[in-house]
């Protein structure tokens, strides 16, 4: 099993500043990407930023600029820098890990964390 514990999240103005903070652990063969994703009421959960591995990074359209995701591999952790947060960035905000389960395919196992509250007020 994998645990993610995630860290961060809290209250802000628009124009603010937040880091969230995801580290996995448990029995983790490798990790092929680690991300979050925000659900915000009423809303259908929806990807904001993706990290591979190697590096590769994707963001959602509304956040690019604003956001950066950056990983540690040697510690399993995925962060998320978010700058010139806006009221719409309002939402519980999940963190995403990829899990491989053997050596010899690349089918994986995604685990998701608890979720951390993030709130924007104008």
């Known amino acids: 099993q994998v645990q993610l514990e995630e860290s961060g999240g809290g209250s802000v103005q628009a124009g603010g500043s937040l880091r969230l903070s995801c580290a996995a652990s448990g029995t983790i063969l490798a990790i092929n990407r680690m991300g979050w994703y925000r659900e915000a009421p009423g809303k259908q959960r929806e990807l904001v930023a993706l990290i591979t591995i190697g590096g590769s990074t994707n963001y959602a359209d509304s956040v690019e600029g604003r956001f950066t995701i950056s990983s540690n591999n040697a510690k399993n952790t995925v962060y998320l820098q978010m700058n010139s947060l806006k009221p719409e960035d309002t939402a519980v905000y999940y963190c995403?890990?990829?899990?491989?389960?053997?050596?010899?395919?690349?089918?994986?196992?995604?685990?998701w964390g608890q979720g951390t509250q993030v709130t924007v007020s104008s």
């Open positions: 995403r890990t990829d899990v491989k389960t053997s050596t010899s395919s690349s089918a994986v196992r995604i685990y």
